[in-house]
């Protein structure tokens, strides 16, 4: 109902009825019950998923709630007013009546969506501590739809980042992906680092860009989230793996270069390097393997990218199906002012037969070759005895 009093097509609709899930259920042979917490039914229709939700009402005990305020389970039934009053923001509290096509409006949503502003139900503290995600979806509607976060809504956050912490860390990945793989995720992450919300998120990232190198702040998770806006906008794909592949290479970079300053070969220190960052930041949110394998490939392929000093080497390479994304990471670096843009300029003209000579390339540490060649030595020495 939002988007389309704001004059935009919406991606989806979503039912909200007085049957129980279980009638739902019974109702649609093809329907599918999910959710612990909040109990939905999907109705599925070829590839088309519907979702029915049951209107929620008043809670009664406090059983329901964690410590610190949380909903654990949020399976109360009620009426379509009372439902409207527990939903987060009055612009998305708008029912449109099927029986009339007349807009159901309980909290004024109508006139903060003319207005502009995001507004919470509710007391904010209290509506936060019971969902701490209602933080991110804050940050996300107002990035999305470009309206102003009300003052009384928008204190609170800045000093409940910590709730984020007590998330499932799944819940937190579906969350990072709406704001962040999408057409707006350029003002989302302004938005999240304002709040500072991000270093609740991403950690380890969020230190990294709190430093500046030689007197510049780091771009790379800048442009490459610009980047994200782009191909989609222009209706190319993009993936989470490239995503997260952004966001967590400042602090895999960092430590990759420990890692050769204390003489580690070069892919090994870069294995490392994404091993211990991975691992810290599936604490935060969860990485599924098929997103963080390929992560690991882009990154150890810049060492390969930047070292790949002959025609036939460049061949090979790029019959890896990781090739094109991670040249397209090489080209982030290199806009950003990391990477050599000769290297990024051969590759380019090496896809294109036009190359005529060598990329320069990036030397290993004095260390990793004196290593390198004892490993060589002493492997041959084995092999003659």
Not at 78 to 85: F, L, Y
Not at 117 to 124: H, Q
Not at 209 to 228: A, D, R, S, W, Y
Request: proline share 5%; charged share 30%.
């Amino acid at each position: 109902m939002r988007d389309l009093l704001l004059g935009r097509e919406p991606k989806d609709f979503d039912i909200a009825t007085d049957a129980l899930p279980e009638q739902v259920n019974e109702t649609f042979r093809n329907c599918r019950l999910i959710g612990r917490r909040f109990r939905l039914a999907h109705v599925h229709f070829g590839r088309e998923i519907i979702e029915v939700a049951t209107f929620r009402g008043n809670h009664e005990t406090a059983e329901q709630t964690s410590d610190e305020g949380m909903l654990l389970r949020d399976n109360v039934y009620g009426s379509i007013e009372e439902d409207a009053i527990r939903r987060d923001f009055t612009v998305n509290a708008l029912f449109y009546n099927i029986d009339d096509f007349s807009v159901v409006d309980y909290v004024d949503g109508v006139n903060d969506l003319k207005a502009g502003v995001l507004k919470l139900i509710g007391d904010p503290e209290t509506r936060y501590r019971e969902d701490p995600v209602r933080m991110l979806r804050a940050v996300r509607f107002a990035a999305k739809l470009g309206f102003n976060i009300d003052p009384g809504c928008e204190k609170p956050i800045f000093e409940l980042g910590y709730l984020l912490d007590e998330v499932p860390p799944a819940r937190l990945f579906e969350e990072i992906l709406k704001l962040l793989l999408s057409e707006f995720s350029v003002h989302a992450f302004e938005k999240l680092r304002h709040y500072d919300l991000f270093s609740h998120l991403f950690p380890a990232t969020d230190a990294c860009l709190q430093i500046e190198e030689q007197h510049f702040p780091l771009q790379l998770v800048l442009k490459g989230l610009h980047n994200t806006e782009l191909r989609l906008r222009e209706g190319k794909p993009v993936t989470p793996a490239f995503l997260f592949a952004v966001l967590l290479w400042e602090p895999v970079r960092q430590l990759y270069e420990k890692g050769l300053q204390r003489g580690a070969v070069a892919q090994a220190a870069m294995y490392d390097a994404a091993d211990q960052v991975l691992a810290d930041q599936i604490r935060k949110i969860s990485l599924p393997r098929r997103f963080s394998g390929p992560m690991k490939e882009i990154w150890i392929m810049q060492i390969r990218l930047e070292r790949s000093t002959t025609p036939r080497k460049a061949e090979r390479l790029m019959q890896s199906p990781r090739f094109r994304a991670s040249y397209d990471f090489l080209l982030l670096r290199t806009e950003s002012g990391e990477a050599d843009e000769k290297i990024a300029q051969w590759w380019t003209h090496i896809q294109e037969g036009t190359v005529l000579d060598p990329p320069p390339t990036v030397p290993a540490s004095s260390k990793s070759k004196r290593r390198k060649r004892y490993r060589n030595r002493h492997s041959a020495r084995r092999k003659i005895d």
